[in-house]
């Protein structure tokens, strides 16, 4: 029996992320934002910020993952699907994208970015264990997908990260009543395969930018499951510019 896990927890999230740690964190991103469209790269602007904000390596990494410059949140939004025609195939970013609802299951730290995505800072550092959330993550995925009425959904999995092949087995017993065909992939390329594909599903900015077109399918299912969800997120700076 899996084990009963929040998923992504850290119990100092709470003043990290609280609304006085979010005023210093929404400046900093403010900075960033600007550094990054004068040709800085991500660490030399959050290094450079994050020292002078007093950013601990938490925070640090949350402006990371929420802050892109304007030219890819243009690329991205351009590239976003929001219907899809009946019978399409989907490519799922498998450990991203069921990582990402088990922390929504969990109700711990996920970051609304600004390109429109949903971010954790759980990290898999080459090891995941199934926990109680993964089958009620996948049954939400296979419910989603049901509704777009898919005919096809290839999960790509990095074969160097342990218990793959445990997820995998997971995915399809519990998308097996679904009206779609499922394929699991367990390779050691994952980013490079999906970067050249459409109707990409993954948060994962570097696939972002990179792939055909995408689907920001984690962050719908989550908005409908869980309304006022408690997000991480910044005061929308970046609209105005």
Sequence with gaps: ?????????????EREFGADSM???????????YLLNRGYNM???????????????????????MVSQE?????????????????ETVFIDGFNTIITLEIALSVTTLLKCMD???RDLAG???????????????????????????????????APVSNTGRLAACIHEELAK???EVETEVINNVDSVLSGLNNVITGDAIILD?????????????????????YVELDGFWLNK
């Design 178 to 180: 679904y009206p779609f």
């Design 210 to 230: 990179k792939c055909i077109n995408w689907i920001n399918f984690a962050r719908s299912i989550i908005d409908k499951t869980f309304p006022g969800y408690p």
């Design 71 to 87: 030219s890819q949140l243009n690329i991205r939004t351009a590239k976003c699907r929001t219907v899809l025609e009946k019978g």
């Design 1 to 13: 029996m899996a084990k009963t896990v929040r998923r992504g927890y850290v119990p100092g999230d």
């Design 43 to 65: 660490k030399s602007a959050s290094v450079f910020t994050g020292n002078h904000y007093m950013l601990s390596e938490r925070q640090r990494l949350a402006l990371a993952r």
């Design 124 to 158: 898999l550092r080459g090891t995941y264990s199934l926990i109680d959330k993964t089958p009620k993550a996948i049954k939400l995925i296979g419910k989603e997908l049901e509704n777009m009425q898919i005919s096809k959904a290839v999960f790509y999995m990095d």
């Design 116 to 118: 429109g995505t949903v």
């Design 23 to 33: 005023e210093k964190i929404n400046a900093a991103a403010n900075d960033i934002y």
